[in-house]
């Protein structure tokens, strides 16, 4: 079984519509983050978490909320999502601070707000 | 502004022959740079980090060069195979919990 996964993978919704990515991991890490990938861009940061209680925001948190249910569990929420909204979603762990840590990637959710 | 630039954005080759990709970097302050393999519709798969001191890191057939003088690195690959055909993506690390940077990456096409 993969150590990160993401579900659903594939997700069509309309502008307004609140919806729901969760990530599991099975690594027991304690770091978990979200990203999203866009065509021509590199990947940017949303939100990451060092633990249950600790969630930070990223470089680009507008229009996005995350939920840290459990150590495994990640959630990242649109609230009203919109067509700029449509690209791939990644979450991924590491065991220790992200500047000394290998990261490890899910296998990404692709949503399309139309 | 803290960013990473890599060259070329796409390249064709064929089978069995090599390749070299280049980065170049701009973060500051560095603490390591990363090479990720991203399959078609898959998550990126770590293939090397190396930190200041490194010059050169192998992961079997891929080759990282690092010089942080310059801030440049090169990601080489030998005897291409088919199932080399994929995004490689350069990251950069600062120090702590500083995002990662990351390229754009380079679309690699190994064709028969």
């Known amino acids: 079984d993969a150590d990160v996964t993401q579900t659903p993978r594939n997700r069509i919704t309309k502008t307004g519509k609140r919806i729901m990515l969760e990530c599991s991991q099975t690594k027991g890490h304690d770091r978990m983050y979200w990203y999203r990938q866009d065509p021509g861009l590199g990947l940017r940061l949303i939100y990451y978490s060092f633990d249950v209680k600790d969630i930070n925001k990223g470089e680009i948190s507008d229009g996005y909320s995350v939920s840290r249910q459990a150590q495994a569990k990640f959630s990242l929420s649109l609230e009203s999502a919109i067509p700029n909204q449509t690209a791939l979603y990644f979450c991924?762990?590491?065991?220790?601070?992200?500047?000394?840590?290998?990261?490890?990637f899910g296998p990404g959710t692709r949503l399309t707000v139309t | 502004k803290n960013q990473v630039e890599q060259s070329p954005q796409s390249l064709i080759i064929l089978e069995g022959k090599n390749c070299t990709l280049q980065c170049n970097y701009t973060v500051s302050p560095f603490s390591n740079l990363r090479w990720y393999k991203q399959d078609t519709g898959r998550g990126p798969v770590s293939l090397t980090i190396?930190?200041?001191?490194?010059n050169t890191k192998s992961n079997g057939r891929y080759t990282a060069t690092l010089d942080a003088d310059t801030k440049q690195s090169s990601l080489h690959i030998t005897a291409s195979q088919l199932s080399d055909s994929a995004s490689y993506i350069c990251?950069?690390?600062?120090?702590?919990?500083?995002?990662?940077?990351f390229g754009k990456g380079t679309r690699l096409s190994v064709i028969a």
């Open positions: 190396m930190t200041f001191s490194e």
């Open positions: 990251v950069v690390s600062g120090t702590g919990n500083t995002p990662l940077v």
């Open positions: 991924a762990t590491s065991e220790g601070r992200i500047s000394s840590y290998e990261q490890y």
